[in-house]
């Protein structure tokens, strides 16, 4: 079986390439990848090469697979997991294994550390260990995108879940977030903010009763209102509010003002920028939690925290990276529920226009984007296809399905574009 995938190979060496994957073993499966989201982590991986955590040492000679949120089918089952999947069946995968046999050891994961498995690919093997730490989850759902999200997802969930609150009188810490209490999502326009928001919205437990989102930049905020809006909150029982911080005399004041000067019970931090950091220790109330969710690529970044409120206010510092298994399950099932995280995607291509996307990911503005590996296409945002349907029917139907679904990706337009891709050029 051939495969044409994205390969890491050092810094910022990343080759689109075809080779010959090996016959599965018993204890394996191949699957076929239908779509994967680029991540900032993959960004990482591919600046850092070798220097990763997750990136074997002799990646140079021995080239791995990047990509780690993607979904597909599956079409050969090893004998050791026939009882268990069989052919067809849909699929997502959680990468964070932490698997102590792995190519790197207990950081191995799908996407980083593995020659045949990795999202930015037509075929991969998924490797025995996949299955004994039940990383290969199951997607009953519509399409394929969502299951593809599904990882990112779980990252948000999983931060939900880390936080957490001391019992008064006692040492016992409660995890969660603070039902019906105060939280503050810090820079939470961008694609890991917009999934917080959407499964704040939609979660049936442990939800706040003020819900604070702010940024810089307006534009985006409008964006993040137009999607997930101030009503719809207010009838899951959520006061809403988009807040632009660029045009506040005092951010820490008035932010505090919004809880009468009590401070947040949680706070996330979803850009690694000091001052975002600082603001967020600055709001945080009486045992509140400060999730800083964005990690940086500088390993000496940091920021002032007041080590007088650490010990009077009973304040406290999470970070999580990635979620488990349970969070991707619930990821999943929320969405199976009527979660659709569409949201977050805004832009749309090939297996092509990975190794660049993937090298200028910070550059490029909005939220997602969805790579469909088995199709040859520029990296495309979802507003230009208007434009382009000028000259390509192709992108005139995706423009007018994506009209009826408030500008976003849908199962529909997953679908036009899979069945006429050969049409794009």
Known sequence: MKTRAVRLYGKK???????????????EILAKVVCDSLCMSSYKAAIQGADHKRVPDNVAEHPVIIGHEFAGELIEIGSKWADQFKVGDKFSIQPALNYEDGPVGILSAPGYSYPYIGGDATYVII?????????????????????????????????????????????????EIVDGGRMAILAGVGPMGLAAINFVLHREDCKPSLLVVTDIDQVRLDRAASLYTVEFAASRGIDLRYINTSVMQNPVEELRALTNSEGYNDVFVFAPVRSVVEQADAILGFDGCLNFFAGPSDPKFSAMLNFYNVHYAYTHVAGTSGGNNEDMVEALDIMNKGLDPAGL????????????????????PGGKKLIYTHITMSLTAISDFAELGKTNEVFSELASICDKYKGLWNVEAEAFLLANANKLS
């Open 345 to 364: 995607v805004t832009h749309i291509g090939g297996l092509n226009a990975v190794p660049e996307a993937t090298l200028r990911l910070p550059e490029i």
């Open 13 to 27: 060496d990343l080759r689109l390439e075809e080779f010959e994957l090996p016959p599965i073993k018993d204890n």
């Open 127 to 175: 490797p025995n260990e996949v299955m004994e730490k039940n990383c290969l989850l199951p997607y009953h759902g519509e399409g394929f995108y969502p299951a593809s999200l599904a990882e990112p997802l779980s990252c948000v969930i999983g931060a939900m879940h880390a936080n957490y609150h001391i019992t008064p009188g006692s040492y016992v810490h409660k995890m």
